[in-house]
């Protein structure tokens, strides 16, 4: 289940295998002339069906789209039978069983295939670095590019502490001396024609500028786009050493954003100091929308005696954290059963119950994810 099964030009779209990985995905793809434009921080590993089954955000977002809104149609095999949804790009016949089945996690059925949109493998890409002397001001400038445009192709804000650290740019960590007057660090890309990418960079520097940033030149948006799949790897190295380096994220409408980002903040300091092991918390915005955005945390810390009950602890109080500033419990790592009890309190009983009932329609054993998503009955 690891092929590309037709391609339509005149739609531009992709039918596609959930066994598929993303790299080889692409490759198919390009031999016509396309791409699918969906890069995670997981691309090298990750599937299709896995996309699909967790509504994955690429870190070309901002252009693209999340993965859920590339998917047009997907086959799933239930215990039940099989469901096939996705006649046209868009219908008003009933609610969109797409949405229901995308980021269901395996618990409903297999997607078996994704039928997707693809566009023209672009021409031109071009990563820009920017300074803003605080992320509140960064933030500030990313939403004005979200609202009222241009929107750019890849769009990211690391906060004071990340860019400190230079987590945004993994291969150039430790190449020289820490900036501490750096601000944060934005990338900012756009892909496409020599012209319209031309014209976008010109067009949202203006704009930054105005919003009180510094060009930094291509250097720092080329060592991100170099870099950006090392970074998952320094985990490794650091729990050789007697650390860990964990990763949460959320999102919120703008106007929450600032309660958000120092609520969880707040939460895992608290937590991992009065656990005797001060954490070293970074940031970055890494998905933004016309009405929001979602933060992305990576906390480093001691071990302790005890690494898991540790970080749980710690992970628990940032769960809180999140719902209480009216962010969702995930943005795209999933729920899982990390955040399947958290899952339950943002979407309610009545709606959980709802979804209960399809799980038993299609999976009347139970024999699907049991326990991922929904809580045993």
């Not at 990985?21 to 490759?27: C, D, G, T």
């Not at 031999?31 to 089954?53: D, K, R, V």
């Not at 799933?76 to 609610?95: F, I, N």
Request: charged share 20%; net charge negative; proline share 6%.
């Amino acid at each position: 289940m690891n092929g590309l099964l037709a391609v339509d030009p005149v739609s531009r779209t992709a039918t596609l295998q959930a066994g598929l990985r993303a790299p080889h995905a692409e490759e198919l793809l390009a031999a016509h002339g396309f791409t699918l434009g969906h890069f995670p921080q997981s691309y090298e590993w990750a599937t299709i069906g896995g996309f699909a089954a967790t509504r994955s955000s690429g870190q070309a977002s901002a252009g693209h789209g999340r993965f859920d809104d590339m998917v047009l149609g997907l086959t799933l095999a239930t215990p039940e039978g099989t469901v096939e949804t996705g006649r046209a790009p868009r219908s008003a016949a009933g609610p969109d069983l797409r949405q229901l089945l995308l980021g269901s996690e395996g618990a409903f059925g297999v997607i078996t295939s994704v039928t997707v949109r693809v566009r023209p493998v672009p021409r031109a890409r071009l990563y820009d670095g920017w300074r803003f002397p605080d992320f509140r001001r960064g933030t500030d400038a990313l939403r004005r590019l979200a609202q009222d445009g241009p929107r750019p192709t890849v769009l990211r804000l690391s906060d004071e502490t990340e860019t400190l650290v230079g987590l945004a740019q993994p291969d150039a960590i430790g190449s020289g001396a820490p900036d501490e007057n750096a601000g944060c660090l934005a990338v900012v890309g756009f892909e496409g024609t020599d012209e319209d990418t031309a014209r976008g960079r010109a067009a949202a520097a203006a704009v930054l500028r105005e919003a009180g940033g510094e060009p930094l030149g291509e250097e720092p948006g080329r060592r991100w786009a170099h870099g950006r799949y090392s970074a998952p790897y320094l985990r490794d190295a650091l729990l050789d050493a007697g650390a860990f380096a964990e990763t949460l994220e959320t999102a919120a409408f703008w106007s929450r954003l600032p309660e958000l980002y120092a609520g969880v903040r707040d939460a895992l300091t608290a937590a991992l100091t009065g656990a005797g092991t001060p954490p070293l918390v970074m940031c970055h915005v890494s998905h933004v929308y016309e009405n929001g955005a979602s933060l992305y945390f990576t906390v480093v810390s001691a071990q302790g005696d005890d690494p898991l009950a540790h970080w749980t602890r710690a992970k628990h109080a940032a769960n809180d954290a999140i719902l209480a500033a009216g962010g969702t419990i995930t943005h795209h790592h999933g729920v899982g059963t990390d955040h399947r009890d958290w899952y339950v309190r943002e979407a309610g009983d009545l709606a959980v119950d709802a979804l209960r009932a399809v799980k038993r329609r299609l999976d009347p054993a139970g024999v699907l994810n049991p326990g991922v998503l929904l809580p045993a009955d």
